[in-house]
């Protein structure tokens, strides 16, 4: 049995309004918005291509797991990426009629328009082995799963011993997120309800330490999100609320909140202007938010974070590909030689006319066949992927 205390909460929470206007809320983590944009990813590190996030403005849902991701277009059809590994996590199931999705460490969940819930990736647990009804909520963490059914009551399937799999009764619950070793639903009437696994209940050293997380503080509140030992809650007057285990992060203050996502130590808030804000761990970016307005979504996973924003352009994009180049510490020759390429297609791209976009992506390509001639030498796999997706990603809005 894993005991990776990395913990995701890539979870989808839907965020209620429990009969008050909810001063605009526009956006639940992995729950269709109404509003389509274009992906965003950062943090790291970026294995096996999770942060290579794919091209298009038509994205209106999204979820972060281990090292893969889940989105849904406006079409209602899902896309994933990163590591797909032997059990298939990013190989999602065919339709166009999904409107949630939930990614775990290794698995993901996706709700479709008529309450079922399909499951994909690893199921060393039975984590994506859904159990017969219709749901309304989804989420999901390492080796389990959670839910709310229509009727309001909660189901919990995977692993029973390190999940949170033992769900509270009620009927009145609206939403629900995943922890590493706890859940956390939210009821009607804006309380909160937190359990944890039974691992943590069976052991009075583990129990002293993650204790705190079953209780928080005052709502109500109208979304949750799960991180890997900590909660994350929005109140109905647009104020955060971080609670649980261990070291108490700095927690952004101000009213005009509007989202959440945990990840396993870091977490993500939306404000009602569409700008972006983080805290908690950020030893690799993961709260480095991307700068400006306009994003209507966002997910946290286990080290990296997703949003839903604007369409970049290419200016800004290639500009985004030389600061990775110069990240990544080449050799001085190969360094200036990939800079001279990118600067190059950066002028004709400057130019503003067909030719020259036609130019820079000329030298684009160029600048691709340079980083392949040095994969596996200068430049690591994982970091000439990363440099050609980007590239190719650029040419593609250059010429179409």
């Known amino acids: 049995m894993q005991s990776n205390h990395r913990a995701v909460a890539g979870v989808a929470i839907l965020i209620m309004a429990l009969g008050i206007n909810l001063k605009g809320i526009q956006a639940q983590e992995g729950v269709v918005q109404p509003t389509p944009g274009s992906l965003y990813a950062w943090g790291g590190p970026n294995e096996e291509g999770v942060l290579d996030a794919p091209a298009g403005n038509d994205f209106v849902a999204i979820a972060a797991g281990g090292l893969h991701n889940v989105a849904i277009r406006s079409d209602g059809s899902l896309i994933g990426w990163g590591f797909n590994g032997p059990d298939g996590?990013?190989?999602?199931?065919?339709?166009?009629?999904?409107?949630?999705?939930?990614?775990?460490?290794?698995?993901?969940?996706?709700?479709?328009s008529d309450g079922s819930v399909v499951g994909w990736g690893s199921n060393n647990a039975g984590q994506t082995t859904v159990p017969a009804g219709t749901y309304k909520a989804i989420a999901a963490a390492e080796n389990y799963s959670l839910a709310v059914r229509m009727d309001g009551t909660l189901a919990g399937w995977g692993d029973t011993f390190y999940g949170a799999t033992q769900v509270p009764s009620g009927s009145?619950?609206?939403?629900?997120?995943?922890?590493?070793?706890?859940?956390?639903?939210?009821?009607s009437d804006g309380s909160v309800t937190v359990w944890l696994a039974t691992r943590i209940y069976s052991n009075l050293d583990l129990f002293e330490q993650y204790q705190d997380l079953l209780y928080p503080p005052q709502g109500p509140f109208v979304a949750v999100s799960a991180g890997g030992h900590r909660n994350v809650a929005l109140r109905l007057d647009g104020t955060l609320a971080d609670w649980g285990a261990f070291s108490q992060p700095a927690v952004p203050?101000?009213?005009?909140?509007?989202?959440?996502?945990?990840?396993?130590?870091?977490?993500?808030?939306?404000?009602?202007?569409?700008?972006?804000?983080?805290?908690?761990?950020?030893s690799l970016g993961q709260t480095e938010v991307p700068v400006g307005n306009g994003f209507v979504a966002i997910a946290a996973g286990t080290e990296h974070c997703l949003a839903i924003g604007p369409e970049l352009d290419p200016v800004a994009l290639l500009k985004r590909l030389i600061d990775d180049v110069d990240a990544i510490n080449l050799a001085n020759g190969i360094e200036n030689a990939a800079d001279a390429k990118l600067d190059n297609?950066?002028?004709?791209?400057?130019?503003?006319?067909?030719d020259q976009r036609q130019d820079a992506a000329n030298k684009l390509n160029s600048f691709i066949n340079s980083v392949e001639a040095q994969r596996g030498k200068e430049i690591t796999d994982t970091d000439a992927t990363h440099l050609i997706n980007s590239a190719k990603r650029i040419i593609d809005k250059l010429l179409n």
């Open 89 to 112: 996590r990013t190989d999602v199931p065919a339709g166009n009629d999904f409107v949630a999705v939930a990614a775990g460490i290794a698995h993901s969940l996706a709700l479709r």
């Open 172 to 187: 009145d619950f609206v939403a629900v997120a995943a922890g590493h070793f706890h859940g956390i639903a939210l009821r």
């Open 253 to 282: 203050t101000g009213n005009n909140f509007v989202a959440i996502a945990a990840g396993a130590a870091h977490s993500l808030a939306l404000k009602s202007d569409g700008s972006l804000v983080g805290w908690g761990d950020n």
């Open 345 to 354: 297609a950066l002028d004709a791209l400057l130019a503003e006319n067909a």
